[in-house]
């Protein structure tokens, strides 16, 4: 039998975290958004990912962006911008920017690289962001627009924006059907949606399968509260919801594994649903994928 501790852990962790000011506090402090603050070059990773995974093919130039869940970074909004964007639209359901002294450092340091780089519309990616000096920070909202929302209830017009993009978010949302939905609405015709999904437990690092094992109603006690809730939706599903919006897949590729042997170890302690799906599907520990909207 599968051990299973923990679960009245995992509930007052549940209930903690449905209070917003908890869940700052805790935010805040966090060790782990210390360290990622001071890592400056990762939006510039995920430029280059971007970049490469498109073949080069895909550009911002002139074109409304909106990036979904961009954590704690607007880093990757600044890039687009200076790379140009015409206007960025960054939306995140919680807060994890503070615009405390980390944060601060964290933007002065992306844009003062786009400035050492000579990126195309540095100045762009400098004019968006005002009174970095302060914890007043705020944008210019020609350039970037920065809420905090629901991608399943996305504060943007219909056929706002050419390019949806996200990295490590879809895995998250309660609502991975309402989010999808809300992207083609509001990207344009002819547009485009790249995407990001991690498939791993988020919670059990040492078995990034386990969570598999729960059945629905207790993974959601267990987790649909937590700040790191996944929707545990597997790739094949995501494929099926964007299909089903009008998306049609440009270009997909699993970017991490997990072994076939474990994938096949664990299939018979999983719940029924992910039981009998294929070993390519089970085995997809991450994928990217670039969408067009029909
Ligand atoms: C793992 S982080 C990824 C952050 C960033 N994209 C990165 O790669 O570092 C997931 C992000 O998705 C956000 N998120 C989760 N659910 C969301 C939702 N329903 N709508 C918008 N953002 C959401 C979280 O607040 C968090 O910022």
């Given at each position: ?8 852990i995992?509930l007052a962790k549940n209930v903690a975290s449905t209070f917003d000011p908890i869940r700052e506090w805790i935010e805040r402090r966090s060790?782990?958004r ?60 919680f807060r994890h920017?503070f ?126 509260l937590r700040p790191g809730y ?65």
């Open positions: 039998m599968s051990e299973r501790p923990g679960l009245l995992e060790a782990r210390a360290v990622e603050a001071q890592d400056n070059s990762r939006p510039f990773t995920l430029w280059q990912e971007l970049s490469d995974r498109t073949g080069g093919r895909l550009s911002v130039q002139g074109r409304e962006v909106l990036e979904v869940g961009p954590g704690r970074s607007l880093g990757l909004s600044l890039i687009f911008l200076a790379a140009g964007a015409r206007r960025v639209y960054a939306v995140d359901r920017l615009w405390d002294r980390l944060d601060r450092r964290h933007t002065v340091a992306v844009l003062e690289r786009l400035d050492a780089e000579g990126w195309p519309f540095a100045g762009a990616a400098r004019h968006a962001v005002r009174d970095i000096d302060s914890e007043n920070v705020s944008f210019d909202p020609d350039l970037l627009i920065y809420r905090q929302a629901d991608g399943a209830a996305l504060p943007l017009a219909d056929a706002s924006v050419d390019l949806t993009y996200s990295n490590a978010v879809l895995e998250h949302v309660h609502h991975p059907d309402a989010v999808v939905r809300e992207l083609a609405r509001v990207t344009r015709r002819g547009g485009d949606s790249v995407h990001e999904i991690d498939f791993r437990d988020h919670f059990v690092e040492r078995d990034r399968l386990r969570f598999l094992e729960f059945p629905e109603w207790e993974w959601q006690l267990r987790a649909r996944t929707n545990r939706l597997r790739v094949g599903d995501f494929q099926r919801l964007f299909r089903e919006v009008g998306f049609e897949l440009l270009s997909g590729m699993i970017t991490q594994h997990f072994e076939m042997k474990d994938v096949e170890a664990m299939r018979p302690r999983w719940a029924s649903r992910f039981r009998d799906r294929s070993a390519e599907e089970l085995s997809t520990a991450a994928y990217w994928g670039w969408w067009r909207r029909q």
